[in-house]
């Protein structure tokens, strides 16, 4: 039951961080379709660049939220 701290810090740190990485909603959605599409079809359709950087964008978020998780986690054993 240690890992419960771990995903309360884990939450509380992406609900924290996610204004200031996406701003809204709606940038988030798109962040994630940019993930989720392969990058051939993006640089094919000249969107490489802004997609590199959505999708950099959304993976430092994610880690860090996973990773603040893991440390509360790793702290409490």
Do not use: K, Y
């Amino acid at each position: 039951m240690e890992f419960i701290p771990g995903i309360i810090a884990g939450s509380i740190v992406l609900g924290l961080l996610f204004v200031p990485f996406f701003g809204n909603l709606e940038q988030f959605v798109r962040c994630i379709g940019f993930v989720i599409r392969p990058d051939i079809i993006n640089l094919l359709t000249g969107g490489w660049g802004e997609e590199m950087m959505a999708e950099l964008r959304f993976w430092v978020w994610l880690g860090l939220g996973v990773g603040a998780g893991v440390l509360v986690t790793h702290l409490l054993r």
